[in-house]
């Protein structure tokens, strides 16, 4: 492809060379660059990418890309200057795809919990109407049926533009994505188009890399301010940032609610383990998920579906055939009658919200023990508050390690362990080894009890210092309940 047909739309300030040079590939990774390619430098995280544009020369890169100023230039080497390398970056790898998203009817999926169950509902949902689809999500890629290991929520530009190529090989007709709030701000998503965005909620979680609050609000916000007008943008009102987030959007806005009047509104009318009974503009039906918060994925869904043209009565249809996503309130039973619940319940909000749904179908008959664990290197604010969350709504806890990744897994318990009081204290257990913080929890646990085992879900590693070894939240309790 030409140079100068990989830059359309890219805000260039000065190219150094034949702007009609043939580029023979596309790398924001120096080790990945190959003869006749384009390195794009970006300022990373960890790194500076404009650090290793030699090492891409070397590997016969011809044309650089970078925002900050080269001391030196190369004979034969075109250099681009652009005012945002990460932009640039995106809009490249649309380019060089031939432009996927166009080609396929993308709607995004944002907010700190329900991303990936809202994508993966959608995906089933439009597979189920009889349509080709993909789906881009933290659990795993799927083009049509067809698995992809997901490395990312939402992965760098080039790998997404690539899967969405083919997605569009494949003939699907629509795709759907989780957009994470560090893919907005890194701009891999830069130069997708988009039919429809949904926001879902926005509550703590990430402040390791936004800081504070509000600059992860602004981030979420970006990828709302960003859509065109020709397409849809859906929130739920119910999050007090909800309206917020479409405030400077071009999209024409719906809203789903639980609470009130809403485009897409829904009415809990009863709740058990195996699903609960709900109303969804006006009709009833029965859904197999658990949990108030599920409600408004499911609303999210419907409500998307409708913007996207289809028939209501099918689409309420589906719904109620519907399963839950892997690793998100999965239930395992043992022969003693004790429920094992294992949910990706990583943050706060998402620890409470399960805690509340099992209270809500427990009613009172059995109590609740809960595993949990936080994340090394992730937002440290995070854990004295989980901590206090499990202990204020179970009957015991027990802290354990989740994937602690480069720090020590005992100074992530005690970092939890300090967020509650001696009398909270009581109530907790520490113990770091999370397969034995699981045995733990089913030996405590009495007929009609419910143990939750949060944070983990699909995952099936314990990231120790940068090695995934291999771990299963529901192969431990499967075997311990002798399944
Ligand atoms: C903090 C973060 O988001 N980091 C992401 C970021 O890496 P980075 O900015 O640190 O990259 P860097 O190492 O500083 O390098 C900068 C540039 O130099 C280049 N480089 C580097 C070394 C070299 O020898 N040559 C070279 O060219 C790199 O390829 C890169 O282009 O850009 C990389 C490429 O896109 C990502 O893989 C990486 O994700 C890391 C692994 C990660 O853990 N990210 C998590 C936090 C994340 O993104 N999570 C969200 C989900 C969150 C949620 O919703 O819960 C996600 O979307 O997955
Ligand atoms: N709509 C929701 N509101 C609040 N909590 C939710 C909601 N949906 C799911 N949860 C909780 O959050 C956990 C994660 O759900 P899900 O994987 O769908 O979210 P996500 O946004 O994709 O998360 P991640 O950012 O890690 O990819 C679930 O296991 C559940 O505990
Ligand atoms: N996308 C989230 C997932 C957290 C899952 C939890 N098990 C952890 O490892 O902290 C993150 O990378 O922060
Ligand atoms: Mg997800």
Redesign the pocket.
Known sequence: MRLQDLLRGVDVIEIKGDENAEVTGI?????KATAGSA???????????H??IN??LDLGAKIVVHQEKIDTSKDGIIYVKVTDSADT?GKMATHWYGDPSAKLKLVGVTG?NG?TTTATLLYEMFRKLGYKAGLLS?VANYIDGKAYHA???????ISLNEMLAKMVDAGCDYAFM?V????IH?K?ISGLKFEGGIFTNITQ??LD?HGTMAEYLKAKKAFFDNLPETAFALTNTDDKNGEVMLQNTKANKHTYSVRALADFKAKIIEKHFDGTAIEINGKELQVQFVGVFNVYNLLAVYGTTMLLGQDSDQALLILSTLKPVAGRFETIRSSENVTAIVDYA?TPDALTNVLEAIHEVLDGNGRVITVVGCGGN?DKTKRPIMAREAVRLSDQVILTSDNPRWEEPQAIINDMADGLNAQQLKKALLIVEREQAIKTACTLAREGDVILIAGKGHEDYQDVKGVKHHFDDREVVRNIFGE
């Not at 790398?27 to 080790?31: E, G, M, Q, V």
């Not at 490395?151 to 530009?157: E, S």
């Not at 994470?180 to 893919?183: D, I, K």
């Open positions: 790398f924001t990774d120096s080790r390195f794009i430098a970006l300022k990373g995280v960890q790194v500076d990418g650090q290793y090492n891409a970056a700190t991303k933290t490395t990312h929520t939402t992965p760098d530009p989780e994470s709030s560090h893919a890194q891999r979680d990430h890399y990583h992730r």
